[in-house]
């Protein structure tokens, strides 16, 4: 009888720490989850990548230079996937920073998945970055008129 027990103990301990892992199964670099209540959305970055049709040159005050960024129209995505665009999204990213922002129906902002021809990476806070394609008459040498930029973006929840 305790042969049992301890073996169904065991499994049952067992059970709890790979159901604790799912989380980092779920969430990888070579993956954005999308989240809307309770149901997850994994996209491959691959195929984000392959779906990116807006580029363009502009100035990156992060970086100090110009560079030629690619992606999706955050907008349209977010249409896509939700049916609607969210009052307000949750973002977690691979850096451990979380904010919940509003604002994002808009097709300035721009979900770039490429820059100067290569996809983007953890090192070039990638995978996934959101940038506006225009500034308006903000200066770009000031970097807190950007402190809504995300990057390195892991996952995304619909806050409605």
Same mark, same amino acid.
């Given at each position: 009888?305790? /042969?049992?027990? !301890?073996?169904?103990? #065991? *499994?049952? %301990?067992? +059970? !709890?720490?790979?159901?604790? =892992?799912?989380? +980092?199964? +779920?969430? @990888? ?26 580029? !363009? /040159?502009? #100035?990156?005050?992060?970086? *100090?230079?110009?560079?030629?960024? /690619? ?6 995505? =977010?249409?896509? @996937? ?7 999204? #949750?973002?977690?990213? $691979? ?5 919940? +922002? ?6 300035? $902002?721009?979900?770039?998945? @490429?820059?100067? %021809? ?7 806070? %990638?995978?996934?970055? =959101?940038?506006?394609?225009?500034? %308006? ?24």
């Amino acid at each position: 009888m305790f /042969r049992l027990c !301890f073996f169904h103990g #065991y *499994a049952l %301990g067992l +059970l !709890f720490f790979l159901l604790s =892992l799912a989380p +980092l199964v +779920l969430a @990888h670099p070579d993956t954005l989850v999308l989240r809307d209540g309770t149901d997850d959305e994994i996209f491959k970055i691959a195929e984000l990548r392959d779906q990116a049709n807006v580029e !363009f /040159r502009f #100035y990156d005050p992060y970086l *100090a230079e110009e560079v030629v960024v /690619r992606g999706l129209v955050f907008r349209n995505f =977010l249409q896509e @996937h939700f049916g609607a665009v969210p009052a307000e999204l #949750y973002f977690e990213s $691979w850096d451990d920073y979380n904010v919940t +922002l509003s604002g994002w129906d808009d097709p300035n $902002w721009i979900l770039v998945t @490429h820059q100067n %021809g290569e996809p983007l990476t953890l090192r070039q806070r %990638g995978p996934l970055r =959101l940038v506006e394609r225009d500034y %308006g008459n903000r200066d770009p040498t000031r970097l807190r008129n950007f402190n809504d930029w995300m990057w390195m973006i892991r996952s995304i929840e619909a806050v409605w």
